[in-house]
């Protein structure tokens, strides 16, 4: 992909004020820096929509199913060692066990691109610094939107630092490896959201849909589910 492609959309963004404008909406307490995080949106958007959604396509369109899940398994094996850690920061000590013998047996058996564990009754967890600190009483804090890396809060983006140290990705030294399995990682996730996206097509305002869809599907996750808003749950 020509990176040039980028700079139409985004000075098309620019111009038009799309990225900054505000709808005549009542501003979101949770969102302070809404004026930034719109034009941040767009810009995100500019670039999803010249680089990474047509490669994320193609990669559908090339790659059979089983293959992409496969792919999907290898990355979530990964990345698993951050939810072990989380689990056990969190006082979560049978989740940990059960996710440490989950990495195991997909790693071994599973050669760390297909998931024995859960046909063993080992179920996935999705546990990170941000729902730790959450778990622990540390307020979200404002929302933003991260460039290229897409939504956040101030508690998840201090969250990933210590994430990125509990992955198996950060100790490969070779940086050629390292950035190409980055890449592969982000379009793989690109292309698992392509069905989900159709969902935001007909809204009156996208980045307020997906900022609130966000917050309560974080909310979520810090409760374990425990939630009393139904919509929550949702």
Known sequence: MNPLRLIPALLA??????CTSLPNTKPDHRDPLESYNRWMFGVNDAIDRAAIK???????????????RGISNFFGNLGYPRTI?????????GDGAKDTARLVVNSVLGLGFFDPASNLGLERHNEDFGQTLGR??????????LPLLGPSTLRDTLGRV??????GRHYIEDNTVKWSLTGLDVIDQRASLLDAERVTKDTFDRYAFIRNAWLQRREYLVRDGNVQDPGLEE
């Open 85 to 93: 850690a989380n689990d056990f920061l969190q006082a979560k000590l």
């Open 13 to 18: 963004c620019l111009v038009a004020g799309g």
């Open 54 to 68: 047509p490669v994320a396509q193609t990669y559908v369109r090339t790659l059979p199913q089983p293959m992409r």
């Open 162 to 167: 210590p994430d990125e140290y509990s992955t």
């Open 136 to 145: 622990w009483g540390v307020g979200p804090g404002p929302y933003l939107m």
